[in-house]
């Protein structure tokens, strides 16, 4: 009896400390050796990346794994089954590279990495021998390179998303092994070498798939009609927008997928009228075709749409789609999200149309052809809406009473809505959640008392309205304010309180008001400012020398002022400009040369109308990415910098929102852009130097600058000939040279710069026949006044014939008019070695010949006695052979 009790105690005693050492190990299973290695391949996991900010304290040897942050284990076995690291928090997130330790995790059937960074590193091919995984995320982790065909070894796998990477694939048939594949996102994935087999490959597994995501894969296009038969019945969720497909919309979409609850084919270039066919899904909750070239009727569209009964959310915006909201508007009252902006609508909304939109929370109409909304003064609107887009709609003329009602928007644009009216009090404290606010081209009156308890604000813009009263308080949290073309007068001390109480603010534009004073210098804390924009105010004193502490500027205006002194060496530290503008205001001192040194990627350099003087510094040559040079107006002298601005040489378009895609940058520089025939921008590539100093000849080397469209040197004291090559020029439409000395004749060549529109020669000193060709004799804005040695068309003088008219300080020729450039080359061009050589040889030559008789009398004596006896035998020879041709020439005369 004692024996049995003593075998069961000990049989507790082992139990119990098996259990205790199971679950220190890991979750307290029974094969606790085996889980002891899961633990320790989770450190090593761990081991493999930087963890700033912490997330992974809890990963401490003797704890229980099972409670680490984000392990999940088997509540019967403790084996780990899943590790969720997911992280969408971009700062301080987990850093390093995917340990293969992880293979370790046999039963491991849930793997999230999504949004860690695995710094570039290319997907490490151990994956495809993980066999129990189920659910496979590595979506936003910062991978790149191929994708390893043995990820078809995943025969298990259910959800696959490897979106937000930089992957790309060569072929798709590594899908066929995924057999139990549920839910796929490609998003991102570069399938554009797959040419025209991705579908096919995708589509073996169309018949399983419930989630497909392909955004902007840049796959080839979209299959009409695709073969075998396609079977995609099950599919509930398609996206394959930001693809750029330029076809119509194929009908399959909407017969064989006919459980689609969720389609998005939005930015692409899909074209014509929406299929008939879009009937039959009856399903569908979500359809977002927004950003193609559609077209059609939108009463035609809403009515073939009207059949869902389940659809919420349809977004229709930036296509071409026409006709009135007005018949068609009420068959929709179900929806949650209706955004039509940004096509050809039309239509008189009044209280009726939107009686029964009682879950309506997004209503975009804005941009369209004319919009009214025609509401009763006391409507009071069944919805509660969260965007309220309604920019360059009839609003007005007086401020829309109904926005009273809407107490939860985070989102409001009545920007160009014909409201000319005071803002009520009650509209600045309206909604607690607004982040973003435009009420910006109205004619709009009445400030509010601040915005400091707008604390979500991030986007406020009231420009070219009417505001009249000192600047406001900002909103603390502001990212972008532009209160520009106002009325708003005093000084700008606020802006400190919005940089002390963070650094978020990254676009300020103040820009035509009635500012004053001295700029604060308290900028050391924007160091995320991207934008600053104070012209045309009265801004008195100097630049800051806090703005040096502003890295991350790109544009700086502060032109049309009253500020004085030296640009501040500080700023030279923003060395990331792109735009630099402190035209009109009283800079003194020469221009400094670190602009050229520091600002590497400067595009726009505008300092016109200052009192720089000195030289143009050579370093403004390093400007390799420079578009615009504007110093005009100034006191500079020397000669013009003979260099090239090899970004004036080659062609450089810009999309209307890939600049930074901000609407303020194309505001702030409209006057150096001009609108492309593809709806982008280009920038002017000018060139101003007019109204200054500068002499000697026009640097050849500006000939190079084919992509020039503006060039001024007027107004200086320019000598010499035109570059007998300025026709290479093709891209110049504007051309003023008037107001100098120059000389000789107009080029020939400038008869072929088809583009040229204005022309200024005058009040130089040209001579000759104007060229004869269409374009000059037929341009409007030609001017070659004040060259009293110019004739021919289309002056009244004519031309002497058979010669060449010129006048008297043109010696050379054509062929050599470029030499009067050049009289300044022989200060700067560096004497040949040979010439130097030479001279050296013949002064010591001359000095020790010379040297020598001079010093020693019998080399004298001697020398003398030598060229007597020369000048003897000399003289002899002259006569002789004289007397010799004489004789001949006597033989040879016939007798008288």
């Excluded at 004799?777 to 004739?791: A, I, K």
Aim: hydrophobic share 40%; aromatic share 8%.
């Amino acid at each position: 009896m004692i024996k049995i009790m003593a075998n069961r105690i000990y049989l507790q005693f082992i139990a119990i400390l098996f259990l205790m050492h199971g679950h220190v190990l890991c979750g307290g299973g029974f094969n606790t050796q085996f889980i002891a290695s899961e633990a320790k391949a989770l450190l090593q996991f761990k081991h493999g990346l930087k963890d700033p900010s912490k997330l992974l304290s809890s990963w401490i040897l003797g704890n229980d794994c099972c409670h680490w942050k984000g392990v999940g284990c088997n509540t019967t076995t403790g084996h780990v089954i899943s590790l969720n690291l997911h992280s969408s928090n971009s700062i301080d997130k987990l850093q390093g590279h995917l340990s293969s330790s992880l293979l370790k995790l046999p039963y491991l059937s849930y793997l999230n990495l999504s949004g860690i960074d695995f710094m570039q590193s290319t997907l490490p091919s151990f994956l495809g021998a993980m066999l129990n995984l189920k659910h496979l995320d590595l979506s936003h982790a910062n991978f790149k390179g191929s994708l390893f065909d043995n990820l078809g070894n995943l025969s298990l796998l259910e959800s696959l998303d490897l979106s937000g990477n930089g992957f790309y694939v060569n072929s798709l048939k590594w899908l066929h092994g995924l057999s139990s594949l549920k839910v796929l996102d490609l998003s991102g994935v570069d399938l554009s070498s797959c040419k025209n087999d991705w579908f096919h490959d995708i589509s073996i597994r169309l018949h399983s798939l419930e989630t497909l995501r392909l955004s902007g894969c840049r796959p080839h296009k979209l299959p009409k009609s695709p073969q075998p038969e396609l079977n995609c019945d099950s599919l509930v969720t398609l996206d394959l927008s930001i693809n750029y497909f330029n076809s119509t919309i194929p009908d399959w979409l909407f017969e064989n997928c006919y459980h689609l609850e969720y389609l998005n084919l939005s930015t692409n270039t899909l074209q014509g009228p929406i299929p008939y066919s879009i009937e039959r899904l009856k399903t569908l909750a979500t359809l977002d075709l927004s950003q193609n070239r559609l077209t059609g009727s939108i009463s035609s569209i809403l009515g073939q749409v009207n059949g869902q009964n389940s659809l919420k959310v349809l977004r229709l915006s930036n296509n071409q789609l026409n006709g009135s909201l007005e018949t068609s508007l009420h068959q929709l009252s179900k929806l949650v999200v209706l955004d039509l902006a940004q096509n050809n609508l039309e239509g008189n909304i009044n209280d009726a149309h939107l009686a029964n939109f009682s879950n309506l929370k997004v209503l975009d109409l804005s941009f369209n052809h004319q919009v009214t909304f025609n509401m009763s003064k006391n409507w009071i609107p069944p919805f509660q809406l969260e965007t309220i887009g309604l920019a360059k709609c009839n609003l007005g003329p007086q401020f829309p009473k109904w926005i009273q009602t809407q107490k939860n928007f985070s989102h409001i644009d009545i920007s160009n809505a014909s409201v000319f009216d005071t803002v009520p009090n009650w509209f600045w404290d309206l909604s607690p959640n607004v982040e973003y606010m435009n009420l910006s081209y109205n004619e709009l009156k009445r400030c509010g008392q601040g915005f400091s308890q707008k604390l979500k604000l991030k986007t406020l813009d009231l420009r070219n309205n009417n505001f009249l009263c000192p600047l406001p308080r900002l909103p603390p949290n502001s990212r972008m304010v532009d209160l520009s073309h106002n009325s708003f007068y005093g000084t700008i001390s606020h802006v400190c309180e919005i940089l002390g109480f963070n650094n978020s603010l990254e676009i300020l534009v103040l820009s035509s008001n009635n500012l004053s004073g001295v700029i604060p210098n308290c900028w050391t804390n924007g160091t995320n400012m991207i934008i600053l924009n104070l012209a045309e105010n009265n801004f008195i004193g100097s630049i800051p020398d806090s703005f040096g502490s502003l890295k991350s500027l790109h544009m700086l205006v502060m032109s049309n002022n009253n500020l004085s002194g030296k640009i501040p060496d500080t700023l030279k530290n923003c060395q990331v400009m792109t735009f630099l503008e402190l035209g009109s205001n009283r800079f003194r001192g020469p221009i400094p040369f670190w602009i050229g040194a520091e600002m590497q990627i400067l595009k726009i350099l505008s300092l016109r109308k200052n009192l720089f003087k000195e030289n143009i510094p050579t370093t403004l040559c390093q400007l390799k990415s420079l578009l615009v040079l504007d110093l005009a107006e100034n006191k500079l002298t020397g000669a013009i910098p003979r260099c090239v601005f090899p970004a004036m040489t080659t062609e450089e378009s810009i999309n209307e929102k890939s600049y930074m895609e901000i609407l303020t940058i194309k505001e702030s520089i409209s006057d150096y852009l001009y609108r492309t025939g593809n709806g982008g921008f280009r920038l002017i590539k000018s060139i101003d130097l007019s109204s200054n100093f500068l002499a000697q000849g026009i640097p050849v080397e500006m000939v190079k600058l084919v992509e020039l469209i503006a060039l001024n040197l007027s107004r200086n004291q320019l000598v010499g000939s035109i570059p007998s090559n300025i026709g290479e020029l093709k891209n110049l439409e504007f051309l003023d040279l008037s107001r100098n000395q120059l000389s000789c004749a107009i080029p020939t060549s400038m008869a072929n710069i088809e583009r040229l529109a204005v022309l200024d020669l005058s009040y130089n000193t040209l001579s000759g026949k104007i060229p004869i060709g269409t374009q000059l004799q037929t341009l409007s804005g030609f001017g070659v006044e004040g060259n009293s040695h110019l004739c021919g068309e289309p002056l009244e003088k004519a031309c002497p014939r058979n010669s060449w008219f010129k006048d008297a300080h043109c010696s050379h020729s054509e062929e050599h008019e470029n030499d009067s450039n050049h009289e300044d080359k022989g200060m700067d061009m560096e004497i040949n070695p040979f010439y130097i050589s030479m001279g050296i040889g013949f002064s010591t030559g001359f000095w020790v010949f010379w040297g020598s008789l001079i010093l020693i009398a019998s080399w004298r004596h001697a020398y003398f006695r030598f060229l007597s006896n020369v000048n003897d035998r000399i003289y002899v020879t002259v006569v002789v052979a004289y007397n010799k041709l004489r004789r001949k020439l006597h033989a040879q005369q016939p007798p008288m």
